[in-house]
């Protein structure tokens, strides 16, 4: 018996549930991903790689407008929350997909997780994907669907749009990390409000999006972590924005990175012109502690580098210059 038809006896009776609860099986992710057409739960078990997922369809959903780019989706929220049919597969790294469809059962998404979260024994909705760019889901109704679930990570992708990611951002404040990789953020002006809250960790740029961050972007962010991919930020700037923090900016920032189209070629010099610096030998290895997307932490080798120190002298800044990137940890 395969985990979606283990799922399926726990739906039978509040005993069956109980059975299935028992038999102790351990997940290690729970999240969720709203497409234009239809919202997913996925679940990843770690013993063999595998990922089940369960895909929510509303009723008024037509297969046949799924690569219609002239047909708006259906868009209402109780369809949405309250979904007519579910498709539920398991999801190998090197085998087959297997589908099984049915009616929904009378649950809401929201009380699927419930029922995921107590037989699985696991509490949390580590992330929110937003992937689609024809269809605005009303955050409101997403936010009481998982709140009090830990939600660590809102995830900005694909096509997802810029108004989407903001009213998502507004309405459910209880997220610690925001990642915006939708390629639709490559003008910075249409979200410099996301800079200010105040978050664990702030994600801007996807691979070869053409985004340009200004010093003042830099300077509005109010978060902890903060991971820049932008292939056009330059030197000065980054070397102007350390100056900034030497003076005290950006007081609730622990790490910056700055990431580069690959290649590029930037100038050591100019990133540290003017800095009051002291240069870390090579052989001289130092370990930081980092967050991870999936909101725990991990450790991160650094070799030489250099530390600088605010004027107040309570925090110091270890830096890394490497071929491709820029990094400095704020400790």
Known sequence: MDIVQIVGVSLLSTRAKEIVKALNIKITRIFMTFFDAYIRVSILYSDDFSQWTWNFYPD??????DDDENVTQVDETVASFMPGKVEACIDFTDRAEKFVAFRNPGLSIRLWLTHFHYIFSYPTV???FFVGARRTYDTKAIKETVEGFNLKNL?????CSVGAAELAIRNIPFTASVFLGSSQFNDVSKFRNVFMQNLDVLV??????????RLDDLLL???????????????KVINRFLKFWIRGSNPRMKHVKFTFREGRVFDAEVILSGLNYQEI???????????????GECDLELNA??????????NSISGSLAKARLVYWVI
Request: net charge negative.
């Open 60 to 65: 008024q959903y037509d297969h046949e407008a």
């Open 126 to 128: 580590e992330d929110l």
């Open 155 to 159: 995830v900005f992708r694909n096509d």
């Open 204 to 213: 801007v740029g996807c691979d070869g999006s053409p985004l340009k961050v």
């Open 221 to 235: 962010m109010n978060s902890k972590e903060i991971d820049i991919e932008s292939p056009i930020i330059t030197d």
């Open 281 to 295: 030998p090579f052989d001289h290895v130092r370990y930081f502690k980092v967050s991870t997307i999936e909101g």
């Open 305 to 314: 580098g250099c530390d600088i120190r605010r004027k107040d002298g309570t």
